[in-house]
């Protein structure tokens, strides 16, 4: 199976600085990588699909960006709603594997 | 508005067996692949299964492979989790979550529901 592994595992940041967590596939998946937020008490919420494009209704701070094996999630300007797991998920064939997540806070 | 809600979460006795359901409004299900997503305590994402929106086929995590199947009743909009042979391991809340774009396996999840909690303990 394509092993996803973000990194960092965790991170803490200021209000207004430029957040990057990276996801890496094992295998080309070319891109079939969706990024989700996942607030405290919520429900996951899709952010990116396709790697870099953004779902409607998703701020546009958010951006990601890599193809192939590589890929990044920016946050240009940190938000305190920011406050999250963010998760990347591969979904080109099954399993259908997220990786294991990299809390965000300030 | 789209929405999916969970139900039939528990606490069940290990080996013991338990159903999930998930309920579809506001879009139609019949078009859209659906996804099972779990979160153990204090862990991270795990997926589970999913199923097209015909229901022509099933993929399963290695995890749950031969103990959970996942089903869907397009006549009723809802979606069924079949839990057998249940292990302490399998803690955990349980989400269903709809594919962004109907027709396709290959995509995110865009809806998900609040999720349901199953707990396996003796």
């Known amino acids: 199976d394509i092993q996803m592994t973000q990194s960092p595992s965790s991170l803490s940041a200021s209000v207004g600085d430029r957040v990057t967590i990276t996801c890496r596939a094992s295998?080309?998946?070319?891109?079939?990588l969706a990024w989700y937020q996942h607030r405290p008490g919520k429900v996951p919420k899709l952010l990116i699909y396709?790697?870099?494009a953004l779902q409607s209704g998703v701020p546009s701070r958010f951006r990601g960006s890599g193809s192939g094996t590589g890929f990044t999630l920016t946050i240009s300007s940190l938000q305190p709603e920011d406050v999250a797991t963010y998760y990347c998920q591969r979904y080109n064939t099954a399993p259908w594997t997220f990786g294991q997540g990299t809390k965000v806070e300030i | 508005q789209e929405q999916v809600v969970e139900s039939g979460g528990g606490v069940v006795q290990p080996g013991r067996s338990l159903r999930l359901s998930c309920a579809a409004s506001?879009?139609?299900?019949?078009?859209?692949?659906m996804h099972w997503v779990r979160q153990a305590p204090g862990k991270g994402l795990e997926w589970l299964a999913v199923i097209p929106y015909d229901g022509s086929n099933t993929y399963y995590g290695d995890s749950v492979k031969g103990r959970f199947t996942i089903s869907r009743d397009n006549s009723k909009n809802t979606l069924y989790l079949q839990m057998n042979g249940l292990r302490p391991e399998d803690t955990a809340v349980y989400y269903c979550?709809?594919?962004?774009?109907?027709?396709?396996?290959?995509?995110?999840?865009?809806?998900w529901g609040q999720g349901t909690t199953v707990t396996v303990s003796s």
């Open positions: 979550a709809k594919v962004a774009v109907a027709g396709t396996l290959h995509w995110g999840m865009d809806v």
């Open positions: 506001g879009f139609t299900f019949s078009s859209y692949a």
């Open positions: 295998q080309d998946i070319s891109t079939y």
């Open positions: 396709a790697a870099s």
